[in-house]
């Protein structure tokens, strides 16, 4: 059984930088993808970054590409999202989640909506950017 737990959210101003991590337990498989999404009140769920634990693609969302970066150790057990230069909008409650990733898929198709296909959650941790 999959768990993952998430942590590093909290307070900070826009320009600022913020570390989220996502520890996961239970890892079985070669090839996981690993996101983080978040949904922000009044707005639905939105994937913003995703990582294959086997392969090391790498997906972001056009509203964070050039300001946050995903990676992944212990194959997949730490996934970390750096959040540089960060912005009003991105204020919301941040989930990790996981599936089992199949190569006949890609990391933009099962990552780039609300994250349906994902079978596992963190119960999320909360960022808000504000002055």
């Known amino acids: 059984e999959v768990q993952l737990v998430e942590s590093g959210g909290g307070s900070v101003q826009p320009g600022g930088s913020l570390r989220l991590s996502c520890d996961a337990s239970?890892?079985?498989?070669?090839?996981?993808?690993i996101g983080w999404f978040r949904q922000a009140p009044g707005k639905s769920r939105e994937g913003v970054a995703c990582v294959s634990t086997g392969q090391g693609t790498i997906y972001y969302s056009d509203s964070v590409k050039d300001r946050f970066t995903i990676s992944s150790r212990m194959r997949g057990r730490r996934v970390e999202l750096k959040m540089n230069n960060v912005k009003p909008d991105d204020t919301a409650v941040y989930f990790c989640?996981?599936?089992?990733?199949?190569?006949?898929?890609?990391?933009?198709?099962?990552?780039?909506?609300?994250?349906?296909?994902?079978?596992?959650w963190g119960r999320g941790t909360q960022v808000s950017v504000s002055t």
């Open positions: 989640a996981a599936r089992l990733f199949s190569r006949r898929r890609t990391i933009m198709s099962v990552c780039s909506g609300s994250g349906s296909e994902f079978d596992v």
């Open positions: 239970g890892l079985i498989f070669d090839d996981y993808a």
